[in-house]
């Protein structure tokens, strides 16, 4: 038998079962804050910060901004995972964070007059909302971590 004909399926599941994120996927999609409420709940909880903190953490990273909200503590990491926010915070390989892309954020923050942005958990994800517009449709890190 042909050895090709056992290559091609197995790249194709490689790809399948190890997908990965490239610099020029556009991660997350806005929504005003009334559709993000009916379409992913109430928020349950919020970590409010300025968006003149939020700029200089966004400037550190090129493509991708994780983020995650636990027991009232907001976690910011930039590509390859590494810590923006806080400063010397470690963070476990296994925690799972929400990915959007850096060019996101900045239009939501471009949309909004609000100097402050809300890192929002619900009941079944979390949301980043500035003024009366949310990010959503965000990848979870691991497993696919840019």
Do not use: H, W
Request: net charge neutral.
């Amino acid at each position: 038998m042909n050895r090709n004909a056992f290559i091609i399926p197995a790249a194709i599941l490689i790809v399948f079962l190890f997908p990965s994120i490239s610099s020029s996927q556009v991660v997350g999609k806005i929504y005003s804050q009334d559709d993000a409420n009916k379409l992913f709940g109430d928020v349950l909880g919020t970590v409010t910060m300025n968006q003149s903190e939020l700029l200089p953490i966004l400037s550190q990273t090129q493509n991708y901004v994780m983020f995650r909200v636990a027991d009232d503590e907001l976690i910011i990491l930039g590509d390859g995972r590494k810590v923006l926010y806080p400063i010397g915070k470690s963070v476990n390989p296994n925690d799972v964070f929400y990915v959007v892309s850096k060019s996101k954020v900045t239009e939501l923050l471009n949309l909004s007059a609000s100097i402050k942005v809300n890192f929002e958990v619900r009941q079944k994800t979390q949301t980043v909302t500035s003024g009366t517009f949310t990010l959503e449709e965000a990848l979870l890190c691991p497993p696919f971590c840019p």
